[in-house]
Each structure stands twice: as structure tokens, then as C-alpha cells.
């Protein structure tokens, strides 16, 4: 972990009347900027959740060697990211590492593209792709928390999960409708797809993504750059009294973490933590899993159709869309926590309708749970944006990226568990995971906070309490 340095800004003064909301006025201008610089990492999240569905059974024409070694590869490499990052950032920027992470996905598109029929090529691509995503996760969750304005923050947090949905739709399409006699192979299209958005992340990084977070120059003692970057996030580029509202928030932010021993730290973040590996790890692997894809495509092909994995495609991107627009409004919490309801309790019906073998070949149940599967991608997919936004805002600055390095870590074990339990459908492979959901996410319901319209500091002192009954 970095040293701590020998000098945090402290403000000069705080100017009268603000309270620890920050910049609820006067600094829409930053929401624009905001979001333009955090668009390199879209394209790499649109990667991202490319390879999580290929991983996860949408992966028709594309497997050669063990099917299991393709599919957990990609997470194994995610979790290496992720602590790789944790690493990284200690002896180079940010900036560098972003870079790093394109530059891998780059590469693991030139792999599929110019070797789609080869095991260990592909393998090694899988294993980069992971790499490059679990880098990226923590470096742009970090920023992205750091950079936004506080009625923002949720919007500009989500693009990473909602991202992801895009990147998993676009797999679960294109796969779907692939034809055994295609000439083009699969992973080749795969490959192409990374290329381009590798090369879209690049040529956008120079012009969007060179702002660094204000707070790591605060941490570093560099008011000056600090301002700077502050300045560089208005629109347009000039700065007013909410820059200096702005300064002062984040200052005061830096000031509290300083004077914080590594043992406080550890005792802020230990509930958050547990918290967030049930919200996020838990329910966010549990409502896109290996069984819930593969039960979709066998009761398509039960019912002779191909048009499902479109429909629950596009209905994952309508559901996160509505989460991306309204997450800094409605609030986090409440929507989110009702997703998760419906979506435990659609999974616990396919399990219901699986307890019986005959039904797996019944047209007429595998209908319903062609229907159940689409709404659970609509639910799941209106979900998955709020955990990010609770991911960003959990935890105490110092030990902030790794506590998000186990959240992600753990959601990545949970996949490969599965993946390497899963041997037939049965009932209980629906209703455990269906139950689990409903019953943390009631838990969850009196104990996750709200923080829309927060400070990071008031955020996070709500999520260390036990108790949170506020639901907006």
C-alpha cells in the first residue's frame, strides 16, 4: 500500500453554508465532461461483456479443447487483473494501466481474428481479455468515483455494468443466429469486434481520457493540478465557484481520510465489504449465470425458435438503459433492491418447473420458461448499473481499491464455481440461487444505504450502518 505523503492540502476555509452534499448546485457543467472522459472505457466494458457471455454458455461454433478450461479462463483472468492492479497502481499511473488494458484487448483480438480454430490461441486471448477487464474495473471505478460530480456519480459509475450488458447482448445475438455451415468463423467475428473497440478505446483515450482524478493530486499534495483537473472537467473549461466548492469538497474528503490510522480503515470498510460481496458478487453473478444461459437456449430449441436470445439481448440493454437514466433520481437503493426480488423470484419458478425431468421436454413449460428467462434479463439487467454505483461509493479512500479487488474477485469465484459444478439441469440448480437472491436481497433491504446526492464522505458513513430503513 502507498506510503502515506508528508503533506495533504487542507482547506483554507469552507465556504459558509455548504453542506456535505458538495455541488447539488452550480456544477451541472462537470456532468458533461464527466462523462466524455470516462468514453475510452466503454468500449473496453462493451469487450468485457462479450467474453462474459462466451464464458457463460453463448459461445455456439466457438469451443475447441475442454469446454470448461474456455469458459472459466476469462475469470481466472479478471481475478488476475484485478489483483494485478492493485500492484500496478502503486508503481505506475493510472493512465498507464488503462493504456496496458487496451493494449491487451488489442491482442486478444488479433488472437481470435487470425487464429479462430486454435485452442491455445484462443485460450491465451480468453486469458488476456480477463486480465485487461479486472484491470480496468478497478482503475475506472476508482476514477470514475472521483471525477464525477455528486448528483452524477451514480450515472457515470453505472457505465461500466451497463456496458457490459451492451457487450453481452451483442454475444448472445450474433451467436444465436450463427449457422453450423458458415464458412466465417465465430470467433473471428469475436476477434474483429475486440479489434475495434481496442482501437476505439486508443484513439479516444487521447482526446477524452488524459484527466487524472483531483483527489490523487490532493493525496500527493498538488492543489495546483488538482485545480486543474477540476477545470478540465467543466464545460466549458473555465473555472467558477463551484470549481472552488468542488476543491474544498474533495480537500476536506482527503484531509478526513489522512488523519485515518490503516486499523480504522480496516474496521470502515470491514461491514461495506460484507455488504457489497452479497449485493454485488452474489447477486449480480447469480442473475447471469452458466444454467440460466443454457436453459434459455434448450427451451428455444425444445420449441424449434431462435428469436429468444434477440428479445432477452435487448431487453437486458432496455433494462439497464432505464437504470442509467434514472439512478441519480429515483435513487439506487429501492429500484434495486426490487430487481433483485423479481429476479430470484423468476429463477426459483424455472426451478419449480425443472423439478419435473418430462417438462424439459414439454413445449408448452419451456414457453414459460422462455418467458421467465427474458424477464429475468430485463430485470437482471436493469440491476447490474446499481452495483457499480454501490461499488464506487463503499469504501474508505486508502484501502478503497482493495476492497473492490475482493467484491470483484469473489464475483468472478462464484462464476467458475458454477461453471465447474454445473452438470445437468435440475431443480436445484434454479432454486438455491433463486431463494439466495430473494432472501439477502430482504436482508439487504433494512441494511444498504441510499446515497444518491451524497458526498463520497456521507456515503460511506451510511454504509457503515448496520441498520439503513431509508429507502429513497
Known amino acids: 500500500m502507498a506510503s502515506q505523503p508528508a503533506r495533504v492540502i487542507i482547506a483554507s476555509r469552507v465556504i459558509s453554508g455548504r453542506s456535505q452534499n458538495g455541488d447539488r448546485t452550480g456544477c451541472c457543467c ?59 497502481r ?37 486469458y488476456l481479455n480477463g486480465i485487461a477487464v479486472g484491470l480496468s474495473t478497478i482503475i475506472f471505478l476508482l476514477r470514475a468515483s472521483e471525477i464525477s460530480p455528486n448528483h452524477q456519480r ?21 451467436t444465436s443466429q450463427w449457422a453450423d455451415d458458415t464458412r466465417f468463423p465465430a470467433n473471428r467475428l469475436h476477434g474483429i469486434l475486440d479489434i475495434i473497440f481496442a482501437a476505439c478505446a ?14 490523487d493530486w490532493l493525496w500527493k499534495g498538488q492543489e495546483t493540478a488538482a485545480w486543474e483537473c477540476l477545470v478540465g472537467l467543466q464545460y466549458p473549461n473555465a473555472a467558477d465557484g463551484a470549481t472552488k466548492i468542488r476543491l474544498e469538497e474533495l480537500t476536506e474528503y482527503v484531509r478526513y481520510e489522512a488523519n485515518l490510522s490503516l486499523m480504522d480503515d480496516i474496521k ?32 428455444s430449441d425444445v420449441n ?43 429463477v426459483t419458478g424455472i426451478g419449480g418447473i425443472c423439478a419435473d425431468f418430462f417438462n424439459l421436454q414439454s413445449v408448452y413449460e419451456m414457453s414459460v420458461v422462455t418467458t421467465l428467462c427474458l424477464l429475468i434479463q430485463f430485470f ?8 457499480s454505483a454501490f461499488l464506487g461509493e463503499a469504501f474508505p479512500w486508502i484501502l478503497k481499491p482493495y476492497f473492490m479487488a475482493v467484491v470483484v474477485v469473489m464475483e468472478q469465484i462464484i462464476h467458475i464455481i458454477v461453471i ?52 429513497y
Not at 380 to 387: I, K, N, Q, S
Request: glycine letters at 8%; one cysteine or more.
Open 268 to 299: 470502515r470498510g470491514a461491514l461495506p465489504l460484507v455488504k457489497m460481496i452479497f449485493f454485488r458478487s452474489m447477486i449480480l453473478a447469480f442473475s447471469f449465470s452458466l444454467p440460466l444461459s443454457l436453459i434459455l437456449q434448450h427451451s
Open 90 to 126: 502503486l508503481v505506475i499511473s493510472k493512465q498507464f494501466i488503462r493504456v496496458l488494458a487496451k493494449i491487451l484487448i488489442l491482442a486478444e483480438g488479433i488472437l481470435f481474428t487470425s487464429a479462430p480454430y486454435d485452442e491455445q490461441a484462443l485460450l491465451a486471448g480468453r
Open 202 to 215: 486508443i484513439a479516444s483515450a487521447g482526446r477524452f481520457g488524459s484527466i487524472e482524478s483531483p483527489v
Open 30 to 88: 462537470c456532468r458533461f465532461s464527466a462523462v466524455l472522459t470516462l468514453i475510452p472505457d466503454i468500449f473496453i466494458f462493451f469487450s468485457a461483456g462479450m467474453n462474459l457471455a462466451l464464458g457463460l454458455g453463448w459461445d455456439y461454433y466457438s469451443t475447441f479443447g475442454p469446454v470448461k478450461h474456455f469458459r472459466f479462463s476469462w475469470f481466472i483472468g479478471v481475478i488476475a487483473g484485478a489483483l494485478l492492479a492493485l500492484l500496478f
Open 304 to 346: 424449434y425458435t431462435t428469436w429468444p436470445a434477440i428479445v432477452a439481448g435487448c431487453l437486458r440493454i432496455f433494462g439497464g438503459f432505464i437504470a442509467q437514466m434514472q439512478i441519480d433520481f429515483l435513487g439506487r437503493k429501492s429500484p434495486a433492491l426490487f430487481c433483485s426480488i423479481v429476479v430470484g423470484a423468476f
Open 380 to 387: 437482471a439487467g436493469c440491476f447490474a448499473p446499481f452495483t
Open 420 to 471: 465447474c459444478t454445473f452438470w445437468e439441469f435440475n431443480s436445484g440448480l434454479f432454486l438455491a440461487p433463486g431463494i439466495l437472491i430473494i432472501v439477502v436481497s430482504m436482508i439487504l433491504a433494512v441494511t444498504m444505504p441510499e446515497t444518491r446526492n451524497t458526498s463520497l464522505m456521507e456515503a460511506q458513513g451510511r454504509f457503515r450502518n448496520l441498520i439503513y430503513f431509508k429507502a
Open 154 to 174: 451514480g450515472s457515470c459509475l453505472a457505465i461500466e455494468q451497463y456496458c457490459i450488458s451492451v457487450g453481452i447482448a451483442i454475444q448472445m445475438i450474433y
